[in-house]
């Protein structure tokens, strides 16, 4: 029997939403873990696979902050250089996240790029890499196997 995120001859595959990326590249609380995930990822011990929203939600995060777009810029080259896949999106996925925007969403609730996160990780089958409370309190009703940054590596 195959287990979720796992195709036989193949690494382990996981959906890491913008955090990831963001405490690799800035630092922060779980810089260390992040960094292990990404380690794990370039060494090909796990397969990283990511939302296509993902660069539009760390693009908005930045900009939200008041940087240039040339840093917002930066920031995605240097996600780039990070060894994933980006899942393509579909009106399937499309579907999902606005219905579970529409039913999660809110201030600290399930952010809009969020739900892309969760959806895309459902439509795949794949366990979604986090550290949101949110999600990670929510897993069941949203569908989706989750597994928190904070205890990578534990």
Known sequence: MQRRGRDEGTP????????????????????????????????GTIALRTSSEVY????????????SIEVANGFVSDMSSIRHTALPMSAEIA?????????YGGRRR????????VATAVRYDLPLLTSDRFIL?????????VRDLADWGR
């Open 12 to 43: 382990d595959a996981l959906v890491g939403d913008a955090d990831l990326f963001f405490f690799f590249l800035k630092g922060g609380r779980l810089q260390e873990e992040a960094a292990l995930v990404v380690e794990s990822a370039e060494k």
């Open 56 to 67: 539009d939600d760390a693009i908005s995060a930045i900009r939200a902050e008041g940087t």
């Open 95 to 103: 579907e999902k996240a606005l219905s579970l925007y529409g039913k």
């Open 110 to 117: 399930l952010s809009y790029f969020d739900a892309f996160h």
């Open 137 to 145: 309190q929510n897993a069941a009703p949203f569908g989706v196997a």
